[in-house]
DNA sequence: CAAAGTCAGTTGGAATTCCAACAAGTAGGA
DNA sequence: TCCTACTTGTTGGAATTCCAACTGACTTTG
């Protein structure tokens, strides 16, 4: 566990508490690291929901087993990041897990069970609460990023959705200029429009003198009506 | 505060809690009820995030400022709900809270420290862990609602986000006969489509012997491959 | 440098959605 | 019952999106 004391330190879960406090934590969260082969399943849908799980090495898939049996693809994790805290942290999911947890190589990931990470332990060690409280913050930035999708996501058309995505980065951004962080089928699947679509509507938004691009880096001009 | 313990009591937040365990929670969580006039800001755009708030009585709005100066209704709260709890949660918002909440009735409020709530008291008392694993199933249960959500918005057309939100919902009843607790033009605003357009979609999945409908009461019949 | 790959933009016809207006059905109250 | 209000379904033309295929610019790699 040792060599993995970095990972843990930099992963949102445990962020913000010294290594000395960690070596004392997680044996207090009777998290112990297990070893999975490529291809085995750490998490099965369907099973009980009850614990979270951190990846310490390697790579893992979260995937949805659709009903047609077709598999869809949810999120690749990197090591230090959290999967299954949602299902962990949501009060009785009727039919357990809804997503399989698989590993695509040979990995580590440590295990938590939810009940322990809440309750403060009977050592009384002090670092639970900002485990809490980065727990928290994990579910609540997901959230966030949910709504701000949802924003773009419920305008109607591209070039509406396009220039709420756009307003909404300038003003992250403090200005009319700004990089974003996606390229163009990437942005298309964000917003869950065509790529060639969306290609035209900025062409058409160019040509009308609303925006400049270069690549992944847009210049703002003027904000049309329809950006709210 | 007496009155309210059996809103306390139901609200998702102290839900689980005795009254009698409630009596003595609440002054270990610093937590005065607050009166608000028709029409004043509980909590205002802009301001540091630090608390949220559980409404008592009366009836609260929580409201977005747009760049126009257009104001978007995000939510209208009754006793018992929580507001800006997602953002008392979320690490650092740089701009402070991004919405404003306003009563617009007069009402009463308890304004709850998230530290308070997260750090487990210094008396000790047991129904904090409670109250933590009430506050992680709040984020988590929104976070679900989300996905769930986004799930049917990321279709592209009228036609497969309807598929979707139908055949959720018969997995839901566990069963091809259900109620929808929307009418149609609250389906189309959850799903972000034309209300006539969904209609007339609808029309043509009954003439092709996809659904039965009865207002609020589907039936389904088979299920195109469009569901997935 | 050439070949292959990737990414952004363009095009054109089919399909869908948008929008406004209207028609038909239902519920509640006078 | 009549009136009114509300909900749902329908229609038609304009606008937009979808989809597949192609072009051209730039990158990577052998």
Redesign the pocket.
């Known amino acids: 566990m040792k060599k993995y004391l970095e990972i843990l330190r930099r992963s949102p879960l445990f962020r913000g508490i010294a290594p000395e406090e960690l070596e004392q934590l997680i044996p207090c969260l009777g998290g112990g690291a297990r070893r999975y082969g490529a291809g085995a399943a750490i998490l099965l849908a369907g099973t009980p929901v009850g614990q979270m799980g951190l990846v310490l090495s390697g790579r893992v898939q979260v995937v949805r087993e659709e009903f047609s049996g077709h598999r869809a693809l949810l999120a690749e994790l990197e090591p230090g990041e959290l999967f299954a805290e949602t299902f962990a942290c949501a009060p009785a999911l009727p039919g357990g897990l809804p997503v399989t947890v698989l590993a695509t190589q040979d990995c580590e990931v440590l295990l938590l069970d939810l009940q322990r990470v809440v309750r403060s332990c009977p050592n009384g060690c002090p670092f639970h609460s900002r485990l809490v409280s980065n727990l928290l913050g994990v579910l609540a930035g997901k959230n966030l990023a949910l709504n701000r999708r949802m924003v773009h996501l419920s305008r109607?058309?591209?070039?509406e959705k396009l220039l709420s995505y756009l307003s909404e980065q300038a003003a992250m951004a403090g200005g009319m200029e700004f990089t974003i962080p996606f390229?163009?089928?990437e942005l298309a699947d964000y917003l869950c429009?065509?790529r060639?679509?969306m290609?035209?509507?900025?062409?058409r938004l160019r040509a009308e003198g609303v925006l400049e691009?270069h690549?992944?880096h847009f210049k703002l001009l003027r904000l049309p009506e329809e950006a709210l």
Request: hydrophobic share 25%.
């Open positions: 109607r058309s591209t070039r390229g163009r089928q429009v065509e060639s679509a290609s035209a509507v900025l062409s691009t690549r992944n």
